[in-house]
Nanobody, 120 residues
Framework: QVQLVESGGGLVQAGGSLRLSCAAS????????MGWYRQAPGKQRYLVAT???????NYAESVKGRFTLSRDNAKATVYLQMNSLKLEDTAVYYC??????????????WGQGAQVTVDS
């Protein structure tokens, strides 16, 4: 029905950069919000950065000034540019989208996850 194709994870040294991308496809009437959550081993998953249909962007305090979220509405794709990566950024990053299947019905979907590993 709804698919999220996530890419861009990998191994990077501290201070380096990576860019994640996530493209939504399927039976989507519209996208209400889109972004990333991350989960480190043994830790709770939490919001990294999201953008709403109105264009409001919400960042976790820990990534402000280092990560930049952007979107391409025509491609139903969001990007997360991650700069100045730190060891604590190591996690599985999950793309997240809230879509409208009708004008009134919304549903939440998750990507497969992309491993981001930051080494010293």
């Amino acid at each position: 029905q709804v698919q999220l194709v996530e890419s861009g994870g990998g191994l990077v040294q501290a201070g380096g950069s990576l860019r994640l991308s996530c493209a939504a496809s399927g039976s989507i009437f519209g996208i209400r919000a889109m972004g990333w959550y991350r989960q480190a081993p043994g830790k709770q998953r939490y919001l990294v950065a999201t953008i709403t249909s109105e264009g409001y962007i919400n960042y976790a305090e820990s990534v402000k000034g280092r990560f930049t979220l952007s979107r391409d509405n025509a491609k139903a794709t969001v990007y997360l540019q991650m700069n100045s990566l730190k060891l604590e950024d190591t996690a599985v990053y999950y793309c997240w989208v809230v879509v409208r299947t009708t004008d009134a019905i919304r549903s939440e979907h998750w990507g497969q996850g992309a491993q981001v590993t930051v080494d010293s």
